[in-house]
């Protein structure tokens, strides 16, 4: 090979690879736009105000619970590019609930583990909305948010448990109807807005 088409071969191999790292900076900053807005959703002061949900750490971590489930089986329907953004989502995820563990004093060698059953957590959680949402099934969802948000009351009022599994079927629907384009971007605040967020 000559010293030339070497030259060539290495500015070939240079664009390839700044290519590959700009589009990953582009997805993971996607996915901490899309982060925020489901932290923004999640906090919504309805939910706590109007439908009863437990204002506390715990409480707030279902609801962003739920809501990250939901943009995650809104992104499947982006296929390849969509699993990507999803890794990318759980890696800010992950990244968001270590930095609250150690802010609410949780040590450093209790930090990871905690992590860890709460993304498995959230996981097993999403798999059991994605049934009850692809069935259009309301008690289902009661049942989820009966057993989840209000871990504590035996019997939790039946309008609030119906009022928030409704709450979650409007939320599958405001994010289908968000532009593909948006989400690739991370861009979905005007989307949000215009949509009813």
């Avoid at 437990?54 to 992104?75: C, K, N, Q, S, Y």
């Avoid at 150690?102 to 994605?130: I, T």
Wanted: hydrophobic letters at 45%.
């Amino acid at each position: 090979m000559q010293e030339g088409d070497q030259v060539n071969g290495f500015r070939g191999w240079w664009r390839r690879w700044q290519a590959r790292a700009e589009a990953e900076r582009a997805r993971v900053e996607a996915a901490r736009a899309l982060y925020h807005a489901a932290v923004a959703r999640a906090r919504r002061e309805k939910l706590y105000a109007e439908l009863g949900v437990p204002d506390t750490p715990d409480g707030r971590f279902e609801m962003l619970g739920i809501e990250i489930a939901v943009l995650m089986r809104r992104l499947r329907n982006l296929g390849a590019e969509g699993s990507e953004l999803t890794r990318s989502l759980l890696e800010v995820l992950v990244e968001d609930l270590d930095r609250n563990l150690r802010e609410l004093g949780v040590g450093d060698l209790s930090v990871g583990r905690y992590v860890k059953r709460m993304v498995g957590s959230l996981l097993l959680r999403a798999e059991e909305l994605e049934r009850a949402l692809d069935r259009h099934d309301e008690a289902a969802l009661c049942a989820l948010v009966r057993r989840t948000v209000w871990p504590s009351l035996p019997q939790p009022p039946e309008h609030l448990t119906r009022a928030l599994a409704a709450e979650i079927l409007a939320a599958a629907e405001l994010w289908r109807a968000v532009p593909d384009a948006a989400l690739r971007t991370g861009r979905v605040d005007s989307a949000l807005a215009r949509l009813g967020k």
